[in-house]
């Protein structure tokens, strides 16, 4: 059995005798190992009733539903009150799950190479099973073994006083569309240690990892989140130095800082929290009973709303033979449709921008967070009036293929929610091509986004989704 990568252009018979046999692997064996991965264990998705949920119920007076041991997560009645002029106030049953997890990814050097310790992890909301993982993706729950199942690979790496070097550590938002106030701990770990290797787990570079953000379902939420946070240090030492004019360039230059910006990060912190300041965003959290009369309904197999659109809650029963827990059951988040993610970037005085938007969603902890230019499920707006369809969408939608230059399909987090899906483009707009006045969007380097990932709750999800497609480049 292979377990793990080095850059795919050392010959295989030629490599270096620094690099251990059990450390190569070209894209080829990644792919031949990954598919024996699949083959070699056992999983099983079946939608249930709610009433064949063991551990799960449906609490007497308030009707959220919430796990025995009173850990892990609830789904729980939100409503919400904002000062937009369409749909200013609403209710949803919402995620929460107030406990931060460990998202990290364990490096090594191999021949002076950076990789990346990567899991191939089945979650049962994914659409294809297996996806690449970080090298630890555990809730508090499971990495305190609150499930009573085996211990989580490789969290000793990312305790307090492991020999590690952490390079990366912050805590970060995920979706607040569907989590009220939820974050994780993005953490990146290098060590020197000779690290045993499970045999669902390899070592990717970077340069392979970049390879595999192109293609869809393949790499999960919680990596991309991660690899969006890799320090530059370990990107390619030639990024942007090509002097070529080419796209690719212009990527790397603005990733590194080079070139002028058109606001400085003064400016953009205080334009964010100007936008946190006068932004109205109220939310209080509601039996999920009481959210009948807002047109959820509650199904012996699904909550839906009456209106088709949005989101259900579904429950699961489970089989995974490589996880801690073999066999459980548990409710899922199951968006009605995909959504769409849009970044438009422009070189501006010869800097590439991306325009950013300050976005706030039902769940979100701190007002408002950066995303990309357009971010929304485009189905919900079908009978909005043209006025209030999403700034930008109609473009993104229309877009000349010739300037999109990334278009991928990526899931969400497989583990709260059900074939969650959404398309992530990156497109290159006309040189005449001017931004609507709206003071929720700005142009901002790429760099610029990057130094922001430093702070909590500055940049979404889907935007370090973005961020981690911007760096294959």
């Known amino acids: 059995m292979v377990h ?29 190992w990954f598919n024996a991965r699949a083959r070699a264990n056992s999983f099983q998705v079946d939608r249930i009733p709610f009433a064949d949920l063991s551990g799960w119920d449906f609490e007497p007076d308030t009707g959220n539903l919430v796990h025995a041991s009173g850990r892990f997560f609830s789904v729980e009645g939100l409503r919400v009150r904002t000062d937009r002029p369409w749909v200013s106030e609403w209710a949803q049953p919402i995620i929460v799950q107030p406990e931060i997890g460990v998202l990290g990814i364990l490096v090594k050097r191999f021949d002076g190479v950076p990789h990346c310790l990567m899991q ?17 993706q555990a809730t508090r729950s499971n990495y305190m073994k609150v499930h009573g199942g085996a211990a989580t690979k490789y969290m000793e790496y990312f305790r307090p006083g492991s020999r590690g070097r952490v390079l990366f550590d912050g805590l970060q938002s995920e979706q607040g569309s569907w ?3 939820k974050r994780n701990r993005n953490i990146v770990v290098e060590t020197d240690d000779d690290v045993p290797l499970d045999e669902d787990f390899c070592w990717l570079t970077l340069d392979q990892i970049r390879r595999l953000l192109r293609l869809d379902h393949m790499v999960n939420m919680d990596s991309r989140t991660v690899l969006a946070c890799v320090p530059p240090a370990l990107a390619r030492p ?17 990733l590194s800082g080079r070139g002028r910006a058109v606001h400085d990060p003064g400016h953009i912190l205080s334009w964010l929290t100007e936008v946190r300041a006068r932004q109205e965003l109220v939310q209080r959290r509601v039996p999920l009973k009481e959210i009948a009369e807002d047109g959820w309904r509650l199904g012996h ?43 438009l970037v422009k070189r501006i005085g010869g800097t590439l921008h991306a325009l950013v938007q300050a976005r706030s969603d039902a769940g979100t902890l701190n007002i408002a967070e950066l995303t990309a ?23 993104a939608l229309a877009a000349a293929t010739g300037r999109v230059r990334l278009d991928v399909v990526h899931s969400e987090e497989g583990g709260r929610f059900y074939h969650a899906q959404n398309r992530y ?9 001017a931004a609507e006045p709206d003071d929720r969007f700005l142009w901002t380097t790429l760099s610029q986004l990057m130094s922001l990932l430093s702070h909590s709750n500055y940049l979404t999800v889907e935007l370090r989704s973005l961020m981690a497609g911007m760096r294959s480049f």
């Open 4 to 32: 793990s990568a080095i850059h795919e252009d050392t010959a295989r018979d030629g490599r270096s005798d620094a690099v251990a046999d059990d450390a190569v692997m070209s894209m080829a064996d990644f792919h031949s």
């Open 120 to 136: 191939a992890k089945m979650e049962p909301g994914n659409i294809n099973g297996l996806q690449i993982s970080p090298t630890v």
């Open 179 to 181: 989590f009220l106030h």
């Open 238 to 254: 030639d990024e942007g130095t090509t002097g070529d004019g080419s796209f690719v360039e212009a990527v790397h230059r603005s």
């Open 301 to 343: 197999d699904v909550i839906d709303h009456r209106d088709g659109k949005y989101f259900d809650v579904v429950a699961v029963a489970v089989e995974a033979s490589n996880r801690e827990v073999t066999a459980w059951t548990q409710p899922l988040v199951a968006p009605r449709q995909s959504g769409l993610l849009a970044l």
């Open 373 to 395: 230019t357009v971010h929304c499920q485009p189905g919900n707006y079908t009978d909005a009036p043209a006025e209030y369809r999403p700034p930008y969408l109609d473009y």
């Open 425 to 433: 483009l990156v497109i290159e707009v006309e040189d005449d091509f």
